[in-house]
């Protein structure tokens, strides 16, 4: 009896200290298979008369038994930690680049383990959201437009017919898509306006930031892709000095007091009358620098009053509302803010330059 609970008590042990599976099955035949002494005593059960043989055979029997339930237990607890690894092994490989190096042999598989340091919004994308929030916060509302324009909306809505000489002060990328030059990249966001003045009635208080396209040559201050803010306010009784008043709220939201405005007479086929919107030079602070070409002043964008015949184009009464309306260069505003020499710099996608701002 005793020698029977302690082979029993030998292969609970056995059992007990299996860590995996495999460890499980590699005991079994000696915890109480085979090789086990629970065996090596039934085997023993031949030298007995009769009435002991069945006893003890019953009781050598029933511990095999529980031994056995304890094994199955046990391998059912351990094949779920199993899984639990596999599953949290398979986790830790599951990044595209650790699978595709690791499956090349690659040395670069161990790198991957180490801590990837974690990204960021790009500049651009920064300085266009906190445009939104300082327009949002002045009770404005943000619309958006699509990047392929067709023709009425990009030009002849904002009264430049074909041909018209303004044009020119565009240098478009036309799609091949129905007729000739009908499809365009938008040359800049003021086609929003028109949708907007086409989609609802005044009043409306509305930003419309995105992407425009132009066939320029890039250099300091140009990009042949780059970004503008449009506003355009439209309500009854309003004024070149609400127009004032929302930039300077704007530039002191910006870039905080300090930094000097100007607005220059100019003109816009869109605006009647017609203004540019300069800030001091952030590179030289108004001596004159490659960057303001000699000037002191860079250009952010253009504005104006919204000319009558665009709101014809889109049936809102010019007798009863007026507006004011601007494009600002979200580009240039992010290397204003941030002192930047040459805005290239925003495309070159060089870590150094990205992982300061
Ligand atoms: N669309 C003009 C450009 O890209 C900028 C502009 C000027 C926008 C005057 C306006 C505006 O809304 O009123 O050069």
């Not at 680049?97 to 670069?108: C, D, K, N």
């Not at 049936?315 to 580009?331: M, N």
Request: charged share 25%; net charge negative.
């Amino acid at each position: 009896m005793n020698a029977i609970e302690q082979a029993s008590a030998h292969g609970r042990q056995l059992i007990s200290a299996a860590s995996t599976l495999a460890d499980l099955r590699a005991v079994e035949s000696e915890a109480f298979g085979k090789r086990s002494r629970l065996a090596a005593m039934t085997a023993e059960l031949r030298e007995l008369g009769p009435q002991e043989r069945r006893q003890l055979g019953q009781e050598l029997q029933q511990a095999r038994a529980a031994l056995e339930e304890l094994y199955n237990r046990r391998a059912e607890e351990l094949s779920r930690r199993d899984a639990l690894r596999r599953a949290e092994a398979e986790r830790l490989d599951l990044t595209e680049e650790a699978w595709r190096f690791a499956s090349t042999g690659s040395p670069l598989a161990g790198a991957l383990e180490q801590p990837v340091p974690r990204g960021h919004l790009h500049l651009v994308t920064q300085v266009r959201q906190e445009l939104e929030d300082i327009f949002l916060s002045m009770g404005f509302e943000v619309a958006e437009g699509p990047e392929v324009e067709d023709d009425w909306h990009n030009f002849e809505a904002l009264n430049m017919p074909p041909h018209h000489p303004a044009r020119g002060m565009f240098d478009t990328f036309y799609l091949k898509a129905g007729q000739s030059e009908s499809v365009v990249l938008r040359t800049h966001t003021s086609p929003v306006q028109v949708r907007l003045m086409e989609s609802r009635r005044p009043p409306i208080y509305a930003v419309a930031p995105g992407r425009c396209f132009r066939r320029d040559t890039p250099d300091a201050t140009h990009l042949p892709v780059f970004h503008q803010l449009e506003a355009l306010v439209v309500d009854e009784g309003i004024s070149m000095s609400h127009l004032a008043g929302a930039l300077d709220a704007f530039t002191d939201a910006f870039f905080g007091p300090g930094r000097r405005a100007r607005l220059r007479p100019s003109f816009f086929p869109f605006t009647e009358p017609s203004a540019e919107f300069d800030v001091t030079c952030w590179v030289c602070g108004g001596e004159g620098c490659r960057t303001c070409s000699g000037s002191g002043w860079v250009e952010l964008g253009g504005c104006g009053m919204v000319d009558p015949a665009v709101f014809e184009a889109v049936g809102v009464d010019p007798e009863r509302y007026s507006g004011f309306a601007w494009g600002l260069g979200i580009d240039r505003l992010a290397a204003a803010r941030t002192s930047l020499g040459d805005i290239r710099e925003l495309l070159d996608n060089d870590i150094r330059f990205l992982t300061q701002f």
